[in-house]
Every structure is written in C-alpha cells, then in structure tokens.
C-alpha cells in the first residue's frame, strides 16, 4: 500500500518541522503549507484520492481558519481534517467540527495524542467509504423525526395533535421559537387522511412580498419581470395534501388578503391570471407571535384568523416541563453520537441536574445544540458538566432570573468551582487559593463533579 499522504497547513514553522518530523518517521508522506492559500490551491489543482487526511491550524495570518476549513471541505468533502487550536479556543473548535471537521486537537500535543488520532480518523475513512452506500439507505429510511416527551403537560398536546389531525380543520400552532411547532405540523399531515398526498411548507417571514406571492400562488409567463416561465404555486402543488404557512404573524396585510380568499372560497388568482383555480388544500399555520395581540393592533386581519384558527395546538415552553430535559437530552446525545461515530452512553448525573435547572429560552432547538457541543468537546464515555456551556451553571449572575434562589447548594459549589478555573485559564493551584480550599479537596470535587479539564491540562 502506498504510504498515506497527510497536509499539514500551519503558520508556525516549527509546528511544521515537529509534525513532519514526526509523521515521517511513522512511515506517512507529508506535504506543508504555511499559508491557507496555499493548501487551497493544492487542493484545487490536485487530485480526488491524492491526500488522505489534513491537520490544520485554526488561526491562520493570511486567511481566517474557518473559510480555509469551509473551502477545503467544498473542494474535497470526503478529505478528513484535524483541527490544531490553542488552548482557550474551544469554540472555533466546535464551529469547525459543525463544518466537517473530523476532530480538534488542543496544542501544545505529545506525539503519541496525534498519531493516536490521525490513526483513527484515516481508519474510519475506510470504514466510511465501506458503508456509504448502506449509510445512505438508513438516512433514507429515517425521514421523519420522532416526537420525545415524558411530560404530562406534552402528552396532553400530543394526544390531542392526534385527535384532531384525521380532522380537515385548520389548524394554529402556537409556541415560543425552538418548541417544536415544525414537528407536530408534520405529525398532524403523517396522521391524516391526506397522508399520501404532499405536505409543503413555507416560511412567510423569509420572503419579501413579491417573492411570497409568486411562490404561494404562482405565476403566468411574463407576469411581472423575470418572470420568463409560468410557474405553479404552492397553493397548486399541495393540492389534496397540506400546506403549512410558517410565520404566520409576518405575513403582511396584502397577502393576509389574497390568503383569506382561498382558505374561504378554496379558489385563487395565480399572478398575472385573469382565471382562478380551484384547489383542495389543509392548512396548518405557525407563530410564536400573540396574534390577538397583533389583531388589536391591526398587523393581523381577525378574519383570517379564525379561519385558520379553527383548533389551537398551544407548545408550552421546554421550562414548563423539565421531565422532558432528559429524555430530550439522551435522544440528542445518542443522535449526534451516532453521527459522529463517538461512543458516548451516558450523561454524569451533575450535568443532567444542570441542564435541568436551566430554565432554556431557546427551548428544544436550545437543548439540541447544547447536546450536539456537548458531544464535540466529550472525549469519554459520559457527558460531563464540564462539556456544557458555562452559561448553564452560571447561578447568581445579576442578569439571572429569581430562580436561583432554589438551586441547590450543589450546584452553587460546581458553577463556583468551574467559573473560578475558567478565570484562571484552568491554573488549579491558583484557582484553589481563591477558593481557600486545599490543592487535593479541589482534585477530588473537579472529579466528584465530572469537570472537564482541556486536553493539555489533564
Ligand atoms: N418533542 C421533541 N422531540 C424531538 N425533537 C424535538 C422535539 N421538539 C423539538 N424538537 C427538535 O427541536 C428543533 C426545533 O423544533 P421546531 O423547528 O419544530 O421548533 P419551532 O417551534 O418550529 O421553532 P421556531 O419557532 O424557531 O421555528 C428541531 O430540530 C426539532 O426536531
Ligand atoms: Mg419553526
């Protein structure tokens, strides 16, 4: 077998002497690049199959790591990259493992850490490369996401989505962002009758007016200008099926209009057509705006609203049912784990007490990305406290709510503890005398309590 070809892109000259000293020795071919558009254009010139693996350095002078990253990715996307970063730089870390990254490693690093880690990324290449194909075939089959609660308050919610989805009533689903009103839209179109029809969505706050119409009803050729094709709308696609309006609240006044006609008659005017169609369409709308509210200041029209309100599916906020953090919290884990190809089971009972107690302002969507770093930073079998956002065990900062007052002890001590070493750049002795606590008792509570140390420290 040829030896395997490793891109090493670093500013620092000596870093590129270490690892190249080093990588060759193991019998691996090395190619280095002190400058990001360097590398890039190796990349471009080269050949698909011509580097197994890229060691890269966040922080570059000549180019932001990150874009480095993104481009090499867009021009090799199967090419596994490990990225070097400074102590003290954990997010740019996480934002290369969100852009493709394979994994980080903290410098400075022994040589052992690195050839430990090259070795498993360029096995798993093989690995993936072998399964692709079956890979795709389970990502296929696993197209709707399951719905997870173990809260009453949820099961409430989702025992009447069922109820009324086999109904044709429209439908309001209201909730703060992040609470999963996508989801239980799509709950209500895979229990209903229309099931075998489409469902097709749309965000009415991410367009402009113009571009919302055309694409809700469509347009004739020569319309308006651009408009080159005729083209059918939404409304027209979703025929026999289930259209869900998303933002609702941001609809405008105009369009609210041209709505209200179809939900009442069922027919519309595509733009520039003289002719209304006629369609068959179940709508499902979303906001996490009060639209009585927004009616009483006149942004949304009444009538409308009750035609689309016609039953109310009301989220509540992931705060007013803490029994499902957890459930919550393991079905992400183990989701990003499988992507990942991480082997993490558990979750340290400190750090579920800390993700309880949160009171999650962006809910579940909140909850999911907390998971999904969680799993990035975690280098063992179990999540631990120190691989949460600090901001989670942050008790009794001014800008916190009142609930703090009911935390208990516990976790006043760990969110003490982990704020003091964060200060002191993860320094135990220093951080053992501000608290006035021995080295050793500071040991232990940093292991009682399952705190992370970053790699070099550890
Ligand atoms: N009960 C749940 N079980 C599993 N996943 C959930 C649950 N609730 C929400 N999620 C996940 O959380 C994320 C946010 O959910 P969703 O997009 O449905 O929220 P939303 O209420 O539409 O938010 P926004 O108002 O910001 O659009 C999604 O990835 C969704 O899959
Ligand atoms: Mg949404």
Request: glycine residues 8%; neutral net charge.
């Amino acid at each position: 077998m040829p030896p395997k070809r490793i891109l090493i892109c670093d500013d620092e000259e000596e870093i590129l002497r270490y690892l190249g000293k080093i990588l060759i020795s193991q019998g691996y071919g090395v190619e280095s690049f002190s400058r990001g558009a360097q590398l890039l254009r190796r990349l471009e010139t080269g050949d698909e199959g011509d580097a197994d693996l890229l060691l890269q350095d966040v922080r570059m002078p000549d180019m932001d790591g990150v874009t480095v990253l993104r481009e090499a990715k867009r021009l090799r996307p199967s090419l596994p990259v490990i990225i070097m970063t400074a102590f003290g730089t954990i997010d740019d870390a996480v934002g290369a493992i969100r852009l493709g990254a394979y994994d980080y490693v903290t410098k400075p690093f022994p040589k052992e850490k690195i050839l430990a880690l090259l070795e498993k990324a360029l096995e798993r290449e093989v690995l993936i490369r072998e399964n692709r194909a079956l890979r795709e075939e389970l990502i296929k089959g696993r197209t709707t996401s399951p719905i997870i609660f173990r809260s009453s308050r949820f099961k409430e919610l989702y025992d009447l989505t069922l109820q009324v989805a086999g109904s044709d009533a429209n439908i309001l689903i209201t909730g703060e962002s992040g609470t999963g009103k996508e989801l239980i839209a799509a709950a209500l179109h895979q229990h209903s009758p229309r099931n075998g029809k489409r469902l097709l969505s749309i965000n009415c706050a991410a367009l402009t007016d113009t571009l919302l119409e055309s694409q809700l009803f469509g347009h004739l050729r020569g319309a308006f200008t651009g408009a080159v094709e005729s083209r059918k709308g939404l409304l027209e696609e979703a025929h026999g099926g289930t259209l869900f309006l998303d933002e609702i609240g941001d609809m405008s006044p105009a369009i609210q209009a041209k709505l209200l006609r179809v939900v009442q008659e069922r027919e519309f005017l595509p733009v520039g057509a003289t002719r209304p169609k006629v369609v068959d369409v179940r709508f499902l709308a979303a906001t996490n705006k009060e639209l009585e509210q927004e009616i009483r200041n006149g942004r949304f029209r009444e009538d409308l609203y009750y035609r689309l309100n016609v039953i109310t599916l009301q989220l509540p906020p992931l705060r007013e049912r803490p029994e499902d953090v957890e459930p919550l919290a393991r079905h992400f884990l183990e989701r990003s784990a499988r992507r990942m190809n991480r082997e993490i089971v558990g979750i340290h009972p400190m750090a579920l007490t800390i993700l309880e107690s949160y009171p999650w302002p962006g809910n579940v969507r909140e909850l999911e990305n907390v998971m999904e770093r969680a799993v990035i930073l975690t280098r063992g079998g179990e999540i631990e406290s120190g691989a949460l956002p600090l901001k989670l065990s942050t008790l009794g900062s001014p800008d916190s709510g009142g609930d703090d007052l009911l935390a208990s002890l516990e976790s006043v001590e760990l969110a003490h503890i982990r704020r003091i070493l964060d200060r002191t750049g993860f320094h135990k002795s220093r951080s053992s005398e501000i608290l006035g606590i021995s080295r050793k008792t500071l040991d232990r509570k940093i292991a009682e309590y399952g705190i992370r140390l970053p790699c070099n420290q550890e």
